[in-house]
């Protein structure tokens, strides 16, 4: 099994900034992917950003040039940085794992907002 937990959301202005850390532990060696995904209210959970365990990184088209995923090995944690943020990023954030199974967090809320 693998826990995950998710920090750092908040409320912040349109062009601000956040970071998010999903900080995993139990049977984390067998993890081969990390990623982001969001869902904002009365729409599907969509991806965000992915990166493998050879540092592999893939983000969504609507995000690339703003969000970044980057992990700590030394944490067990992975982070997503978001920089100059939009009213559409408002959502709830979670962070995803992947070995046999699939495993979630519990989510974090970004809301974008002035």
């Known amino acids: 099994q693998v826990h995950l937990v998710e920090s750092g959301g908040g409320l912040v202005q349109p062009g601000g900034s956040l970071r998010l850390s999903c900080a995993a532990s139990?049977?984390?060696?067998?993890?081969?992917?990390v990623g982001w995904y969001r869902q904002a209210p009365g729409k599907q959970r969509e991806l965000v950003a992915v990166?493998?365990?050879?540092?592999?990184?893939n983000y969504a088209d609507s995000v690339k040039g703003r969000f970044t995923i980057s992990r700590d090995n030394a944490k067990n944690t992975v982070y997503l940085q978001m920089n100059s943020l939009k009213y559409e990023d408002t959502a709830v954030y979670y962070c995803?794992?992947?070995?046999?199974?699939?495993?979630w967090g519990q989510g974090t809320q970004v809301t974008v907002s002035s």
């Open positions: 990166i493998t365990r050879d540092d592999r990184t």
């Open positions: 995803n794992a992947r070995d046999s199974l699939v495993y």
């Open positions: 139990g049977k984390i060696f067998s993890i081969y992917a």
